[in-house]
């Protein structure tokens, strides 16, 4: 088993001088390529061919690092510049020390802008700045203490109406419709709506966010051309602006409901811990963390339900079981693959020894395939009592503060009944179950349409499933 520090089996102490894994200094040769690491370790050829923004990785990430699982649980990659570690337990012990590993590099642009995207960002007045999830401590534990009180469960519990409503809306309109995409017709909005509810935006401008929210991924997360660097320093840089728009706007009548309202009024009183610099960026990064994610988690879940027919039908069956299958589903394919870390201290992480100001690449999805953690780990099981241990959520100090609300909004797909049902049957194009859906439904004691107990109309459903757009790399 490799860990962090073993002689502590959690993170480094602090300060702590760090002694060579062997007597080379360095872990098993794996086969050495001529590269090698800042610690001047070989690197392994795997090692020197992982390319996150090429190849497997892109389309499964899971698949693509299981040589590392198994054999090289930590290791340097010359082509990003990053340690990669990707075992349960030291994914997890990373998380865990916030202050060992900073979580400041979190939103970092992952490939450098050049020089001429500069003064593309200042035509914005763009001053994006800490938020709360790659903010250090103690200013980060202060904040997210003073802005918890709208997640926490009887906060989030009032929304869940509202959310199986929309969620029940949808599912009419692509009902009454005959045929549906889901991801465009369903998972991308419901989302973004309950988003923009729980934070107490308007709707308006919600078509430039949906546009803006991706250029904020590929300006942190991707690998864009110098041409299209440009091009996304420019979509941000407006995105910048909607985003202030939206928030000068509520700050000049600060009563309202939501979120950022909540966290404008807390800086009016704290300034000093919530700084108008939080706000400004948070607007920004808040719009894509509560949107995206869950929209793309849901997508997954889906995906993996088709491609797991029995499965769905327990489900089907037994709604008792929605819980489980959404934490199965978030670890089998949560929507972020992985997460950075900046090492403050030279320590070590299982055999390797790293340096100070080495920046790691955390792999949760790798880390959530773990057999040394999950038994089993590729089958999707309903009956897991260790699913919820899953590192999709990060975990410890930063742990993600909306992860009931996703959870709540995959489950509200999912069922009870009869949503998924309904969903089964039109997969299924099985007339008799949709007449027997059908005659069951009961939304939620309200009255039916006229669709869903036509027969001939539902016959002619067809869910375009290849239309589903899952998009591998979360
Ligand atoms: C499936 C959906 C989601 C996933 C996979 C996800 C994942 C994450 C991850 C990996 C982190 C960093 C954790 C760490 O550093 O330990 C995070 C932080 C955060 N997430 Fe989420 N998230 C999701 C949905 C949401 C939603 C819906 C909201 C808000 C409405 C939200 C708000 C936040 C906030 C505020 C933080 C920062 C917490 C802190 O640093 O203290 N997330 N999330």
Excluded at 329 to 347: D, F, Q
Excluded at 438 to 461: D, K, M, R, T, V
Aim: hydrophobic share 40%.
């Amino acid at each position: 088993m490799s860990h962090i520090d073993s002689s502590q089996s959690s993170a480094g102490k602090i300060g702590e001088s760090v002694k060579s894994a062997s007597p080379g200094g360095c872990p098993v040769d794996h086969g050495a390529t001529g590269l090698v690491s800042p610690t001047g370790c070989p690197v392994s050829h795997h090692a020197a061919a992982f390319d996150p923004f090429d190849g497997e990785y892109q389309v499964d990430p899971v698949e693509a690092l299981r040589w590392s699982v198994d054999r090289e649980p930590v290791f340097y990659s010359p082509k990003l510049g990053y340690w990669v570690v990707t075992r349960y337990e030291d994914v997890k012990a990373v998380f865990r020390d916030n202050i060992l590993f900073s979580p400041s590099i979190a939103l970092e642009k992952i490939t450098p802008a050049p020089p001429e995207a500069e003064p593309i960002l200042k035509r914005y007045g763009y001053a994006m700045d800490r938020t709360m999830v790659n903010e250090d401590e103690p200013a980060h534990m202060e904040r997210r203490r003073l802005l918890l009180e709208s997640f926490l469960p009887e906060a989030i519990a009032s929304h869940e109406p509202a959310v199986r409503r929309l969620t029940r809306e949808y599912m009419d309109r692509f009902v009454t419709k005959g045929k549906a995409d889901l991801v465009a017709e369903m998972f991308w909005e419901i989302p973004l709506t309950v988003a923009l509810h729980f934070l107490g935006v308007e709707k308006d401008g919600i078509e430039e966010m949906k546009q803006f929210g991706v250029a904020h991924t590929v300006n942190t997360w991707g690998r864009p051309s110098h041409d299209e660097q440009l091009k996304v320093a420019d979509a941000v840089g407006r995105f910048w602006q909607v985003a202030n728009r939206i928030l000068d706007k509520m700050m000049a009548e600060p009563d309202g409901e939501g979120w950022m309202y909540f966290s404008i009024r807390q800086h009016f009183e704290h300034p000093d811990i919530v700084p108008l610099s939080y706000l400004r960026s948070m607007m920004l990064a808040i719009l894509v963390a509560a949107h995206e994610t869950t929209s793309k988690a849901t997508t997954n879940a889906f995906r993996l339900l088709l491609s797991n027919r029995s499965v769905w039908v327990e489900i089907c069956e037994n709604p008792d079981l929605i819980a489980n299958a959404v934490e199965e589903c978030l670890r089998r394919a949560g929507s972020i693959i992985a997460w950075r870390r900046l090492v403050t201290k030279p320590t070590r992480i299982g055999e390797v020894e790293i340096p100070q100001g080495a920046k790691l690449l955390i792999v949760m999805t790798s880390a959530n395939h773990d057999e040394r953690h999950f038994e089993n780990p590729y089958d999707l099981d309903l009956y897991r009592d260790n699913s919820v241990d899953h590192l999709s959520f990060g975990y410890g100090a930063h742990q993600c503060m909306g992860r009931n609300i996703a959870r709540m909004e995959t489950a509200a797909a999912m069922g009870p009944q009869p949503c998924i049902a309904i969903m089964d049957a039109v997969l299924a194009a099985d007339i008799t179950a949709i007449k027997k859906h059908a005659a069951a439904i009961a939304w939620a004691n309200e009255p039916i349409g006229p669709i869903l107990s036509n027969p001939e109309l539902f016959a002619q459903i067809n869910i375009q499933m290849e239309k589903l757009r899952i998009e591998a790399a979360g």
